[in-house]
């Protein structure tokens, strides 16, 4: 049952070599053993969305996930958003529309507009909210998180 | 004070919690952890009803890292939960701490194991070997009332733990003959409130002060610290309730859980902190449920359309124990008080009767009583509409009680008296077109609801009838330490609704500072004296009142200060952007200026100006403030999947004076989600075995993106209340109207069918069987 595993990850940038619990969930290595607890577990079983994060440059849902999956990965959570001009962006247009209550469900949302952002694709709103409607939010009504989407994906460049 | 001037309050202030909700930062309970801190699991019932024959712990125990396993008797010194009520004919139940011998829901805690990590915490739980007996599931909460042998509590001798009758006027001095009458039966599912973030508490212990820390993901931290008191026998001093970041309440975080007193038992039992994170299962099964209710009612109305009385029988499954500390009499109680709605009806009778069952037990659910109590009047009254052949709207306005005829005392006793029902219907029919958007096209329906809410309710009122709990004061203490900081401490308990925001806004006007120099302190019990929490659309009204006193106070206080620094009369002095400034000249004073005057410099004040910048101030607005929303909702169903799509959506609401206008619409916007939830999704069923047939988010549905559409949303700020801010609670609302709005477009869409929707949540299954009925006549 402790059978332990040997893990090379990198984690918002960050190189990690450890070994961890064959068994322990993306989530739970995350949060418990990082502390990177941005990342938060709302049903563990693949439905609510708020453990979304990003496995090179796709996301996916941690709690679905063992930890020793990263193995190999470039793996990006909520934490690593501040730091850069494109997701800081994202930020501040959830403030500046309301997109958040109790913000539990938020990085999640994050991750997929972020996601959205990266692709090379222009969304219509009802795309949007299509894109939006795999993570539950109990808070918003989501009204003000497709507006901060819909205004940060309307002004993306096509490369 | 600025007078009526406002620079703050009523603007879209940014909130202050985001940056750290945003960036990662933010801490829920399941965030903290402790160093030597053990986890505990629970191991739950499996059935809704039965007896434990044996447990075998001895497996379990033998596991590596499995530190202790705690069963009823290891806790018996904690004496059974008893929610009181002053309540005539109230039987109170009693909740052991664990399961003691009777299971009386699925899910119910039996044991709590204490391992190294959650994982190992489970696999013991696998260990445990435990013999049930079964009994036969009370279920059905028609066959509960009527029951004469199964009881969820036998002692008790009746599954009908409270009822009561309201009454006014006489129906039989009414000619029923010459009168249409409208009845039917009507049904609200059981729901659960469904915050995001699962149920969660670390007890952390200090062990050189003996004392106790709980983080709980709660709604009500003054109210557990007193239950700990209670219940533990630890002193007030020696226990501090914290409410970190809370990812959503909703009323399913506002009672007390057994979990929230057993990890507290045993932080201090084994001297260790101690950690339960619930999971989604454990969290539908066990936190407190919402509404379920069958309601038979009547209207009788003249062929004029005049409403003449209103008939009603409530029966409420408020599941296996009465919640504490809100008791059975919360839900049931609301249906009945808010049924007769906006409307002038003479004759009013209604009996209700809260009814135990094999069920979680139920408690506060963002609406309370009201969502179902909406429902059923609204839908009387579009039913009513249809008889008489008269435009829904037009009903409505006949019977509306107005403005000119408030206080308006309805027939269950509640006053209405400065609310704008008439406006709000008025305004949602011309925002929406009514008369034009009106279709006479199958599949195809509008629908309306007009409602009275009671907000921010004082100490005249009881949140629940008979409760033996005071919800109807707040404290606020604003504090200017040594260096000129100010901080405005709270008893309330933020969870989504951006209270650090909005009550920062109150003071930074009626102190005339900027609202980002306040420190908002709120969620902590040892920060205040006294205060319960977030809950019943209570907090702007009641903190804010708050806030405004105490803010006026030390405003006073101040300018008498700096009238003898600057030796000019108060009235020469303002105070604005963080300065106190002498009108008409140069000299100013900042805080931190003030601050070392009054802390630090021993010359300047007389003694008796030297004293410590704490304010406290108490406010109670003694009864509430009536509010008012009308909704009107537009669907379309498809004629061969049965999907119900909300097309347009509006709201026009009173809510008093607007203090973040966008956090308002916030709370609007998601209350009309969590309605349309209700109205067309969301149903905890049990089956005849008792088993849950939606213990996952796959089976139990809440609205996503694409089923809530944009609402466009009106605020009325005519209709003043009496308190102090002149503030209206909001935050239920949203949830309140979208039930009846919903259920009447629906029927309306299905008007070619002569089809009335009389259950909620109308979901495509039941439309198609209401459909295929039908045909079959
Ligand atoms: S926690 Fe992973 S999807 Fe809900
Ligand atoms: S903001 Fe609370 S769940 Fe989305």
Redesign the pocket.
Known sequence: MSNEIQLKTTINGIEYDLTVPARLLA?DFLRDHLNLTGT?????????????IKIDGLTA????KFAVQLDGKKVETVESFKEKPETRNILEKFKANHSLQCGFCTP?FLMIIDELLKSKIKFSENEIREALSGN?CRCTGYENIVKAANEILTHKKIK | MNKSKTKYVGKNVLRFEDERLLNGNGQYTADINFPGMYHVAFLRSEISHGEIISIDLEEAKKLENVYDIFLYDDLKHISPIISKSNMKKYLPTKQHILCKKRIRYLGEPIAAVVAKNRYIAEDAISLINIELKELEPIIDTINASNETKNFVHPSLKTNVILERTFSQGDIKDVNQNELISIKKIFKMGRKTPLSMEPRSYVCDINKRTNELTLYSSTQVPGIIKDAIMTYLGINGNQITVIAPDVGGGFGGKASLYMEELIVVAIANKLQTPIKWVSD?YEDLLTTSQGFEEIIEAELLLDEKGNFISLNSNVYGDIGAYSIYPWTAALEPMQVAGFLQGPYKIKNFYSNVKCITSNKPPTGPYRGVGRPAAVFVIESLVDMAARKINMNPSQLRLNNIIRKNEQPYKIGSGIVWDKVGFEECLRKALSLIDYDKIKTTKKWEGVGIATYGELTGIGSKISVAPGMPLNTGSETSRLEIDSTGSISATFGIASHGQGLETTLSQVVGDHLGVTPNSIKIKQGNTSLITHGTGTYASRSAALAGGAAIKVSKKARNHILNVASFILNVPKTEIDIEDNLITQKNSNQKLSFPELSRIVYSDMQTLPIKLRKPLIFIESYDPIFGASTTATHIATVKINPETFKIKIKNYVVAEDCGKVINPMIVDGQVQGGVAQGIGAALFEEMKYNENGQLETAT?ADYLIPNSLDVPEISISHLEDFLPNNIGKFKGMGEGGTIGATGAIANAVSDALKHLNIEITELPITPNKLYTLIKNKEKK
């Open positions: 989530s938060h577990v709302g049903c563990e079983h693949g439905i609510c969305g708020s453990c979304t849902r941690s709690c679905l999640g539950l | 989604r988010l």
